[in-house]
């Protein structure tokens, strides 16, 4: 297993911002592709934002581009989104999810956190 670990959740204003921090940690592999994902009440789980494992190429869903953005610290094994401008919509569980070096544009991947709840008051 590859711990994940997600912080920076919580209660926010519309029109706020929020990071989102994932912190893999114990038992690595050298290369991972990171992601994010989320989760609304009685909605499936759905991709958000992925990043290659040197940083340099990441994909995001239409939905949130140009309000989100991701990124890592592979020298802290960590990997951000922040998003600004929250809408009502945004509101749900965010995942972090991680696997060996892999396509950004495929979105299994092996390894979830726990999630971590964002909500959205209007």
């Known amino acids: 297993q590859v711990p994940l670990v997600e912080s920076g959740g919580g209660l926010v204003q519309a029109g706020g911002s929020l990071r989102l921090s994932c912190a893999k940690s114990g038992r690595t592999f050298s290369r991972a592709t990171m992601a994010w994902f989320r989760q609304a009440p009685g909605k499936e789980r759905e991709f958000v934002a992925a990043v290659s494992w040197s940083g340099l190429s990441t994909n995001y869903a239409d939905s949130v581009k140009g309000r989100f953005t991701i990124s890592r610290d592979n020298a802290k094994d960590t990997v951000n989104l922040q998003i600004n401008r929250l809408k009502p919509e945004d509101t749900a569980v965010y995942y972090c999810?991680?696997?060996?070096?892999?396509?950004?544009?495929?979105?299994?991947?092996?390894?979830w956190g726990q999630g971590i709840q964002v909500t959205v008051s209007s």
């Open positions: 999810a991680a696997k060996p070096e892999g396509s950004i544009y495929s979105q299994f991947y092996d390894y």
